[in-house]
Every structure is written in structure tokens, then in C-alpha cells.
């Protein structure tokens, strides 16, 4: 059964710092490009960041040059560095293969102060 814990939310202020992590069970983490998504309330989850298998990395343009996604595929986790933070980053993080599905988790709040 796959499973996708993330971690590291909280509250910071605008332009302050957080570092999200998301471990994944269930699968061979390495064989899956994985990505970081964003929900608002009454919306959609959009795509963050998102990294292939080989580590290749990209971001929506709203986060592009504050944000950064790496990943350890012996530790089966993905990371979120989340630098310059804005109010309107504020939102529930999830992780997740993609272009999967199922198998999200419970995601991780976030929320920025102006």
C-alpha cells in the first residue's frame, strides 16, 4: 500500500524560511518522478515542484528561484526547501508520485503572515 507522510509545516512570516519533507512507503521511491502540491481551500491542488527519477527539477512559476525540490532515493524521501516565503504560498502541502491518483496522504499546513 503506498503511503506519502509529509512533514515540516508551520507558521512563519513573510520572507522567512521552511523546509517540508515527505516519506514514501509502499513503493520503489526511485522508479517515480515525484512532485510537491499546493491546496487552497475550495480549490484545486496545483503543482509546485516537481523532480524526475535523475533529479531533474522544475516549479511553477510562482515559486521559480524560491523554492527548491531535491530528493534521497535511499532515505524513499522528497524535500521542499521553501525560501522567501509569501502569504500566498500559504496552503496544505502534499507529495505524491506524478500523475498518481491515489495514495495522497495527509499533507502538511503551511501558512504565511504578512
Known amino acids: 500500500q503506498v503511503q506519502m507522510v509529509e512533514s515540516g509545516g508551520g507558521r512563519v512570516q513573510n520572507g522567512g524560511s521552511l523546509r517540508l519533507s515527505c516519506a514514501a512507503s509502499?513503493?520503489?521511491?526511485?522508479?517515480?518522478?515525484v512532485a510537491w502540491y499546493r491546496q487552497d481551500p475550495g480549490k484545486q491542488r496545483e503543482l509546485v515542484a516537481s523532480?524526475?527519477?535523475?533529479?531533474?527539477?522544475s516549479y511553477s512559476d510562482s515559486v521559480k528561484g524560491r523554492f527548491s525540490i531535491s530528493r534521497d532515493n535511499a532515505q524513499n524521501t522528497v524535500y521542499l526547501q521553501m525560501n522567501s516565503l509569501e502569504p500566498e504560498d500559504t496552503g496544505v502541502y502534499y507529495c505524491?508520485?506524478?500523475?498518481?491518483?491515489?495514495?495522497w496522504g495527509q499533507g502538511t499546513q503551511v501558512t504565511v503572515s504578512s
Open positions: 505524491n508520485r506524478v500523475g498518481a491518483i491515489g495514495g
Open positions: 509502499g513503493i520503489i521511491f526511485s522508479f517515480y518522478a
Open positions: 523532480i524526475t527519477r535523475s533529479g531533474s527539477a
